[in-house]
């Protein structure tokens, strides 16, 4: 069965930094295995940078940019889908959503449309902006929204706050998602092996959550 993890997170939270990090877990010390692992990219604006960025660096990117997968993409995102899968055979598919997406609405389109699909969501904070942008009303509906379904957090970027703003940011986010497990990272320095065995159970599962 294969496995989609749907990325979430503002833009500039550090998606794609991550996604190179995950990727080279998921693959580990083999290089043949990088074929198990697709990252389909969906991100518009920062679009061609990440894509050619990715690409560098030897994964299968496949580009998506006609429009954000979460509102009306989930058509094509399925034929998308059908193709990675049929010419990668990929143990894991990694789709960074746009930023303005919310990765809940894709898993419960996929989930109806694609039972074949194990999907899983982790969402991306920004450490350093979360606070700022939860006092703006629009924004703090938007981040709420964006958490759903999250099984998992990252509060990325804890590299550029103290402490204490980490403990504010996990108490905000659990206001959003209780039943999301969060953890403080730093995609600059380099996410350690075991925060990721920690949010990868036996099966592949992103723990808590939906
Ligand atoms: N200080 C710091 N910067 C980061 C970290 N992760 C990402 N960045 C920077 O934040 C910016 C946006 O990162 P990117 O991965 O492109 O975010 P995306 O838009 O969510 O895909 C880039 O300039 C990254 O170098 C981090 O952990 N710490
Ligand atoms: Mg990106």
């Not at 749907?6 to 990088?34: C, H, M, N, W």
């Amino acid at each position: 069965m294969t496995k989609l993890l749907i990325i979430g997170g503002f833009l500039g939270s550090g998606k794609t930094s991550v996604i190179l990090q995950l990727a080279k877990y998921l693959v580990g010390e083999d290089p043949e295995a990088r074929a198990k692992v697709v990252i389909l990219e969906n991100e518009i604006g920062s679009v061609s940078i990440d894509d050619r960025t990715l690409a560098s660096t030897g994964w299968s990117v496949e580009p998506m940019f006609s429009g954000c997968v979460c509102c009306t993409m989930a058509g094509e995102l399925v034929v998308n889908l059908h193709a990675l899968m049929t010419r990668y055979a990929p143990e894991w598919i990694i789709l960074e959503t746009t930023g303005m997406a919310y990765p809940n609405n894709v898993k419960k389109a996929l989930s109806e449309s694609m039972p074949e699909l194990e999907c899983s969501i982790v969402c991306l904070a920004d450490a350093k902006r979360w606070k700022r942008m939860q006092r703006v009303e629009q924004l703090a509906e938007f981040s709420q929204e964006q958490m759903e379904g999250a099984g998992a957090v990252l509060v990325n970027k804890s590299d550029l706050v103290t402490e204490e703003i980490l403990n504010e940011v996990d108490a905000s986010i659990h206001t959003y998602n209780a039943d999301a497990a969060i953890f403080h990272v730093s995609a600059l320095q380099g996410i350690p092996d075991t925060v990721w065995r920690q949010i990868f159970g036996k099966g592949g599962d992103v723990h808590g959550g939906a």
